[in-house]
Each structure stands twice: as C-alpha cells, then as structure tokens.
C-alpha cells in the first residue's frame, strides 16, 4: 500500500514537474499559471516537504533568469572579478537565491493572489502588476514582475516588486554593504552565502 | 525665543549638511552607531513592539479595521497641507473630502465611506516636500524606537510637529475650531499607528528577517526606496540601464 502511494506521488509530481515546463508564453498569464501552480505545490498536504522544495526549485530554475538576477545583485563587482570567482559566486547564490526563494514563498502562500494587467516597456522587459488580495492573514499587497522577454517564447522573471520596493535591488545593496564593510573582500560575502545555505 | 532660535539655527545647518550631500542617499551619517541602535531597536521589536502587534492581529477584523481607519484619518491632516505645499490641488482637495466624509459618516474616521465613493488619500509630510523641493535625503540613519531615517527625514519630522494640526492641538494644546486635546491623544495615535503597521507587516518583516544575510542594509535599501517611491509619487521601482546590460 505503501509503494503504491509512492508511485502515484512520484507520478503526480513528474506530471505536475513536466506542466511547469511548459507555462504559457504571454507574461500575464505566465505569471498567472506559475505562481498558481506554485502556491498550490506548497499548500498540497499529500506532497512531503522535500518533494515540494524540489518542485519550487525546478520551476524557479526554468522561470526565472537567476544567472542574470545573480550578476545583478553582485553589482559593479562582478567587473573586477575573474572567470573562477565568478564561476563560485553563481554556484553559491543559485544555492543562495533557491533557499530564499522558497522560504519567502512559503510565508506568503496561505494568501490568494490576482494577476490585474501587464504592460510592456520594451521590446525586452514586461512589467505584469499582480495583488494578494486582503484576508485575515494579511493585507492587501500589490507585486509587479519584471518579466524578460527578449526570447517571446520563453519569458523569464528578473525581479519582484513588491509596493513599489523591488527585491533585487534590496538584495543587490545588502551585498554592497557586506562588500563595503570589508574592504570589498568577494570572500567574505562566500561565507556569508555559505552560511545562510547552510542554516 | 533662544529655543525658537536655536530650532532654526539647527535646522539651517541641517538643511546646509543635507544639500552638500547631494544625491547620494545610500552615504551613511555613522554607520556603527546606526547599527548599534538597530540593534537595540530590533530588541524593542522582539520585548515590546511584536508581542504588541500580535496581540492586536488577535483582535476581531472590524476593531483592526476601525483603528487603521481612525489613524489614517488622523494622518490626512498632515498630509492636506503637504499636498497644498507641493501644489497638489487636486490631491489636497480628495483628502480634504476624505477627511471630511470619514469624520463625519464615516464615525470619527473609524470607517472609510471616501475610499468607497473613490477618494484617495495617501499620505504625505514634510519631509516628502522637501523632496518634493529637490532638497536632497542626505545621509541615512538610524533613531532609537523611531527607525531608519535621513537628514531630511529627521527635519521633516520634527517640522511635521509645526504643519499638522492635530500636532497643534493635542502636542501644543491649542484650540482650533473649538477642538483641543493633549499630548496623551498624540503619542496614543502615533503609538496605535505604529502597532497597527507592525501589525499589517509582520509576515513581511519575520520574512525579511529570516531570508536577510545583512537586515541593516535591507532594511535601509527598503526604507530609501519607499521615501524615494513617496516623493515621486510613482509605483515603480526602474533600474532599466543596469538590467539592460545584462541583457543576452
């Protein structure tokens, strides 16, 4: 019984893995579908917790531009780096950013989420503005995805803006501050990263 | 008078500091102090301010509701002489209506009839007309209790106290159309104001303190972004040229 139950979760969850893969190509319902699906992966009770920190990270890895996301938050100091330090920094903030990611996307999915519109900036970027709508579990919260589009058919979110306040950004200045407080020593933010992966 | 005097004097050197400092925001004032405070302040946080607001999220949905109602409501009256200064007739026109109708239907501003009859209200102070003015943030840092400010936050704080009325009469106990009240009413409100933030951000600020490697300078980052953001009265956080190069 047991085994049985294994294989109808291994299925649902390689079934559910191969849907990820192919969202739809149009920003808004590209965002629409992969925060759905996850929301749903971390709020499904039959999925254990590691078989759902898997499918986060499969969808985060092919719907998000986490090398570009990487570099920018490194900031101009990825200029003065060369190719193996370069090479560590985005093994370490791939580590870094996944752990993050789902950590942060589990404190927000009991909330239910909308997609309101999308407009396009350029023919590279899509801006598609979403909200969480109010509940007892917290307020009204409106998000904008900076969605990449340079390749129309596969869209890739760069960054969160979250009330206006955009996490990359965030994310890129808490790294310039752990650079500059240590004479911009690239190995000291390493450990930093190799902590939080760690925890 | 030597005090009036001696506000203006630090005042004007204040402003001169902040203007010398030009754009760059992210300059800290004395980043070790400032992190020293942040530190004694996310004590507060966890002995005092969180429980708070814990507490207050157990309350029922209407009493929340109501209280961040009446607080914003009091708010509006710092925020219709902002809009008057930064020549936001309009604006200043729908919080005038705001306040009104919330005051008055709305039951002493516990409920927010305006925002169904689609009046906006955002809130506005002193410190965002001085940006609004081109005068520059100056550096960052952080107060006890009161949190991530910059020079021209900190005067404009402390010019709020002058421009919103209901400072004028709860702080200065002056009557104005027949109203008057204490200091008690003043640091009740803003207290409430801030449990009830607290309150609204606590899964926000527990997330952002689990996922941080540096909280300090998240929390700065977060803090000049909004007043940026509140100043140019955009919703968008651009950063166009540093993506664009990173484009493949």
Redesign the interface.
């Known amino acids: 019984m047991k085994r049985l139950i294994n294989i109808l979760v291994f299925l649902t969850l390689t079934l559910t893995s191969f849907n990820s893969f192919s969202y739809n190509s149009d920003p808004k319902a590209f965002i629409n579908e992969l925060v759905n699906d996850a929301i749903a992966t971390l709020s499904n009770k039959n999925i254990s917790k590691i078989d759902k920190n898997k499918k986060i990270k499969t969808i985060a890895l092919k719907n998000v531009d986490v090398e570009a996301l990487g570099q920018y938050t490194l900031g101009n100091a990825r200029k003065n780096l060369d190719q193996a330090t370069l090479e560590k920094y985005k093994i370490l903030f791939e580590k870094y950013f996944l752990k993050s990611l789902t950590s942060r996307l589990k404190d927000y999915s009991s909330q239910k989420f909308e997609v309101l519109s999308a407009e396009q900036k350029s023919e590279t970027y899509t801006i598609v503005n979403s909200k969480t709508v109010k509940s007892s579990s917290g307020p009204e919260i409106k998000i904008d995805w900076r969605v990449y589009t340079k390749d129309p058919t596969k869209p890739l979110i760069r960054d969160l803006i979250v009330e206006g306040l955009s996490l990359a950004k965030t994310q890129k200045e808490e790294f310039a501050s752990i650079l500059n407080s240590n004479n911009n020593d690239i190995n000291v933010l390493f450990t930093k990263l190799e902590e939080f992966i760690k925890d | 008078m030597r005090f009036k005097k001696s506000i203006v004097l630090i005042t004007t050197c204040l402003l001169m500091l902040s203007s010398n400092l030009s754009a760059e925001t ?1 300059k800290e004032c004395f ?1 070790k102090v400032s992190r020293g405070v942040f530190k004694f302040n996310k004590g507060f946080d966890k002995a005092v301010l969180r429980p708070l607001a814990v507490l207050y999220n157990k309350l029922p ?1 209407p009493v929340k509701t109501g209280t961040g109602n009446f607080t914003s409501n009091v708010g509006t009256l710092l925020t219709v002489p902002n809009h008057i200064l930064q020549g936001q007739w309009k604006l200043a026109g729908e919080s005038s209506a705001s306040f009104f109708i919330n005051s008055t239907i709305g039951i002493l501003g516990f409920g927010n009839p305006a925002a169904k009859m689609g009046l906006k209200n955002q809130q506005e102070d002193v410190g965002q007309t001085l940006g609004a003015y081109g005068v520059s943030a100056g550096c960052y840092f952080v107060l006890p209790i009161l949190g991530p400010t910059t020079i021209r936050d900190t005067i404009g704080m402390f010019a709020d106290t002058f421009v919103d009325p209901f400072a004028h009469i709860t702080l200065r106990e002056k009557e104005l159309l027949s109203v008057s009240g204490s200091d008690i009413d003043y640091y009740s409100v803003k207290g409430a104001t801030s449990i009830n933030f607290r309150a ?1 951000n ?3 600020l ?2 952002l303190e ?5 909280m ?3 929390l ?3 803090y000049l ?2 007043r940026a ?1 509140k100043i140019s009265n ?4 651009e ?2 040229d ?3 190069e ?3």
């Open positions: 992210e980043e949905e609204d606590m899964t926000n527990d997330s689990k996922n941080s490697i540096d300090y300078a998240a700065k980052s977060l972004q909004n953001q955009t919703f968008s956080s950063d166009s540093e993506w664009n990173l484009n493949k």
